[in-house]
Every structure is written in structure tokens, then in C-alpha cells.
């Protein structure tokens, strides 16, 4: 009689995840994994993404980098949580600076960004701020486009970390060399001609470049490495906005640049 790796909790596991692999590919959101599951904590939510990345992989996609998210007051007050989490960013996920976001999408929102490009890797214990700067090729301006696979945005922490944090697609803008202080890089978001987000650098944890710290040390905890060459998004520094179809939204730093998206008139899952 041999015995089986199959444990009740990697079933669990591994069911969570085709129902959110199910959600994003139908379009049909799902119900949060924490209100349907006992126990389920950040630590299985980490390992249901790592599920579902998996399978985005097989399937031909790329890993780009990494999204982290809910490093600003106001992103934890809108949902209800009170420490960040990450997500992996995909290369089917980018859309160009300028373009309309083609990606299906069932409930978005949008959220202006400071994001790194890693000149080297992020590999130790007791990475800090002045780590990542040395470590950093160049910034961008950048959107990123959240989106839940919960239905009506019913999420716990442990409900959008396997969720992949929420990721839908992401802009960058223009590289540039990193500017003295990015804590005093303020981002302001409109909706065409009307401004609907605005935030310091310093929402981020204090300092964009400690989220990144954060986000390297949290792999390496768990066993991964932050790489030279990926592309860090390092958090909104205002709440988030809903995505309205048929409205152009742009971000905008007098140090940064901008970069802009369009989202289609009729967004899917928008009513």
C-alpha cells in the first residue's frame, strides 16, 4: 500500500484556486474564499496564488515582476485591512502607456503608482531603503488597474492575496533616472479634465522605496528572490477610483511624467 501526498488542505488549496481560475476566465465573479473555507489564512492564500501563477505560466504567460498593494492608509481603510500584500505582475497584464485596457476586466479600479525597475537583485535579511535605491535602474509613473475576482469586492486580507492582490493590468510611463526624494514625488490622477486622486510618495509606507524593501525581504522569507530586471509596483498613494468605460484616466508628476489609459465604453463587468 503506498501512501499519498494529496493532503485535505492542498484539495482545499488547490479547489480555491480553480474557483478563482474560473472566475477570471468566465467572467463570472466567485464568492470570498475566507466566508466558504475554515481556516483559511494568508499563509494558504500565498500558496493558492502561487497555484494559479503557475498555471498563467504553463499556459505561455511571463513573469514580470511584482505588485505590491495596500501600502497606503487609504487603501487599507477602503478594504478593511491593515498590512500590505503582494501579487506577481504578468506580462499579459502590461498595456501600453497611451492605449485602451483590452484585458478583460469585471470590476476595476484604478490607482496612480510610483514603479521601479531593479538594476540588481534584492537578496537579504535586512534590506532598507537606501538598499533599494542603490539597487534601482530607473522610476515610472504607472497605473495600475485592480481588479477582483470576488464578487462586489467582499474580500478579506487572506481573499485577495489569493487573488492574486487583486492585480488586473498595469501601465508604465517613460523611464527616468530616480529623483532626489521620492517622498515628495506627488502623483495626481484625473478622469479627463477632472482630478479624482492625488497622493505623496510618502503614502507608501512612508517611502516607495520601503515598500520595495518590504516586498524583498517578504520573498526572500518565503524563499524567493527579488531580481534584477523586474518592474515593482510600489502601491497607491491615494485610494483607489472605479474604472469608468468610455473615460480616459491619466497620471501625472512634474518629476515623473505621465501615463495614461482608456478604458473601453462599455467595461466589462461595469453595470
Known amino acids: 500500500m503506498t501512501s499519498s501526498s494529496v493532503t485535505p488542505q492542498s484539495v482545499s488549496l488547490r479547489e480555491i484556486a480553480d474557483e478563482l481560475d474560473r472566475a477570471a476566465r468566465t467572467g463570472v465573479p466567485t464568492g470570498p474564499p475566507s466566508a466558504h473555507h475554515d481556516g483559511f489564512d494568508v499563509d494558504a492564500a500565498y500558496e493558492v496564488q502561487r497555484i494559479n501563477i503557475g498555471r498563467a505560466v504553463s499556459r505561455g504567460d511571463v513573469r514580470v515582476g511584482h505588485k505590491i498593494g495596500l501600502t497606503s492608509l487609504a487603501m487599507q481603510q477602503q478594504l478593511g485591512v491593515d498590512s500590505p500584500d503582494f501579487g506577481v505582475l504578468l506580462a499579459s497584464m502590461n498595456v501600453p502607456n497611451g492605449s485602451t485596457a483590452a484585458q478583460p476586466l469585471l470590476q476595476p479600479r484604478i490607482e496612480a503608482e510610483i514603479a521601479f525597475l531593479l538594476g540588481a537583485d534584492l537578496d537579504s535579511a535586512d534590506l532598507g531603503v537606501e538598499d533599494v535605491l542603490a539597487a534601482t535602474d530607473a522610476v515610472m509613473p504607472a497605473l495600475e488597474i485592480i481588479d477582483s475576482r470576488i464578487a462586489d469586492w467582499k474580500i478579506t486580507l487572506p481573499d485577495t492575496v489569493a487573488d492574486n492582490a487583486s492585480s488586473g493590468a498595469y501601465v508604465l510611463g517613460t523611464a527616468v533616472p530616480l529623483p532626489a526624494d521620492l517622498r515628495e514625488v506627488e502623483l495626481v490622477l484625473t478622469r479627463g479634465d477632472e482630478e479624482v486622486g492625488r497622493g505623496l510618495g510618502s ?34 498613494v491615494h485610494a483607489s477610483v472605479p474604472a469608468i468605460g468610455g473615460q480616459t484616466f491619466t497620471a501625472t508628476s512634474a518629476v515623473l511624467g505621465s501615463v495614461s489609459v482608456t478604458f473601453p465604453a462599455r467595461t466589462e463587468g461595469q453595470s
Request: net charge positive; charged share 20%; glycine share 12%.
Open 203 to 236: 503614502a507608501a509606507l512612508g517611502h516607495p522605496a520601503e515598500c520595495v524593501a518590504w516586498l524583498a525581504r517578504t520573498l526572500r522569507a518565503r524563499g524567493d528572490v527579488l531580481r534584477a530586471g523586474s518592474v515593482i509596483l510600489s502601491g497607491a
